[in-house]
Nanobody
C-alpha cells in the first residue's frame, strides 16, 4: 500500500525549531521528487520547498528561504523538513507529497495527511 506519513508537528514558540518527517511505505521515495506544502486556516495550500529526484537539489519559497531545509535519508525512505527561526505566520498544516516535483500541487502523485505546526508569539 502506497502511503506517506508526516510526523513531528507540534506547538513551538516563535524563534524555535521543529523537524518534520515524511516517511514513505509501498514505494521508494528516492525515485520521486518530494515537496512540502502548507495550508493555514482560510488560506490556499502553498508551496514550501522541494527536493528534486534526479539532482537531489532543493528549492524553497521565498518566505522560508534561509530558515527551512529539506533533506533525504534514503536508507529510511524518509524526507525531512528542518524548520528554524519559526514565526507565527508559519502556523499551518504541513503536507509532504511525492511526484515529479516543483511548486505546483498538480505535479505530485501521492500526498500525506498532514501534520499541524503551531507557532506561538
Amino acid at each position: 500500500q502506497v502511503q506517506l506519513v508526516e510526523s513531528g508537528g507540534g506547538l513551538v514558540q516563535a524563534g524555535g525549531s521543529l523537524r518534520l518527517s515524511c516517511a514513505a511505505s509501498g514505494f521508494t521515495l528516492s525515485t520521486y521528487g518530494v515537496g512540502w506544502f502548507r495550508q493555514a486556516p482560510g488560506k490556499e495550500r502553498e508551496f514550501v520547498g522541494v527536493v528534486w529526484r534526479s539532482s537531489g537539489s532543493t528549492s524553497y519559497a521565498d518566505s522560508v528561504k534561509g530558515r527551512f531545509t529539506i533533506s533525504r535519508d534514503n536508507a529510511k525512505n524518509t524526507v525531512y523538513l528542518q524548520m528554524n527561526s519559526l514565526k507565527p505566520e508559519d502556523t499551518a498544516v504541513y503536507y509532504c507529497a511525492a511526484g515529479y516535483g516543483g511548486s505546483w500541487p498538480q505535479s505530485y502523485d501521492y500526498w500525506g495527511r498532514g501534520t499541524q505546526v503551531t507557532v506561538s508569539s
